[in-house]
């Protein structure tokens, strides 16, 4: 079981403005646990965890998108806490560098989609307007390519041509107001989302727990020992009386021979329990020495591999 390593990060947000447009748009009225666990939802959301995944690409440079860093974001980073708008971000890899350096991105992303929510509506509307222009462009540039080269100057401009080029340039100019008016929202609220204390790479593991771990393996193996002993001693009893011997045989016992009692048998009887002991106390002293070294810091888990 491989190790997992959790960076951890505390940032301070204006949970009231983030999520106000959200109760807005419900027309609710709700209290600080609810409004915290509504801040919560919403940055581990998809969409919000679509926009983290393009800030946390390899490079850390917005605009591209891995399916997988989605996925992998989306099962590992976590937040919780809220009190006094101070909430932990956390993100848990199975590398604790990799740990920290994601998170950061993250971070950002998670900046982004904090900012987004000044103006909600403006931001979706934003959204809609990127996929009108672009499907206009593309329509302008396949206009352009079926009428090919003009065969003369007073030849009459496509009509489609022209009411394709005047919608785009009205969505443009729409998307440029939205952007300023965004850019505007923001600059008003400098302190939406702030890093109090940024990612660290951890140097210890955060899970698995190594001891409850050992315990564990120790005391499945003892149960399996004693289970294993009863199993073959239902298979293979041993009889210690005459009389069970002729339960088991229906045979009539004539005679039976004891161990002579002397100083001999019992130092050796001794000596066994000694050694019996000896190994269960050995057992114990290397789960302690092992359990020691976890504890302070030297991974056995790695040096083994």
Known sequence: MPD??????????????????????????????????LLIELFLSTQ????IAEASSADGKS??????????????????????????VSMVR?????????????????????????????SGELGVLEQKIADLEARSIELSQSRGAPQAAQDPP??????VKSELETAQKRREELKTALDQAIQAHPKLFEVAEPPVEPTAPFSPDRTLLHTLVLLSALAITVVLAIIVNLLRPTLTTAHEL?????????????????????RTHRLSRIAFAAALASLGVVFVIVVML????????????
């Open 94 to 122: 199975t590398d604790p560098k990799s740990a920290a350096q994601l998170l950061t991105y993250a971070l950002t992303g998670m900046s982004e989609v904090a900012k987004s929510m000044l103006d909600y509506r403006a």
């Open 294 to 305: 976890e504890r302070s810091g030297v991974n056995l888990h790695h040096m083994a591999a």
């Open 48 to 51: 919000s965890i679509h926009r």
């Open 158 to 163: 496509d009509p489609r041509l022209q009411v």
């Open 246 to 266: 002729q339960k088991v045989t229906g045979l009539p016992v004539l005679g039976s021979v004891r161990v002579m009692d002397c100083p001999a048998y019992q």
């Open 63 to 88: 605009g591209e998108f891995d399916e997988a860093l989605f996925d992998e974001i989306k099962d590992s980073l976590n937040m919780e806490g809220g009190a006094d708008d101070i909430f932990v």
């Open 4 to 37: 997992q390593y959790r960076a951890e990060a505390r940032v301070k947000i204006d949970a009231a403005t983030v999520v106000a447009p959200i109760l807005a748009e419900r027309r609710i009225e709700v209290d600080t646990e609810t409004r915290n666990a």
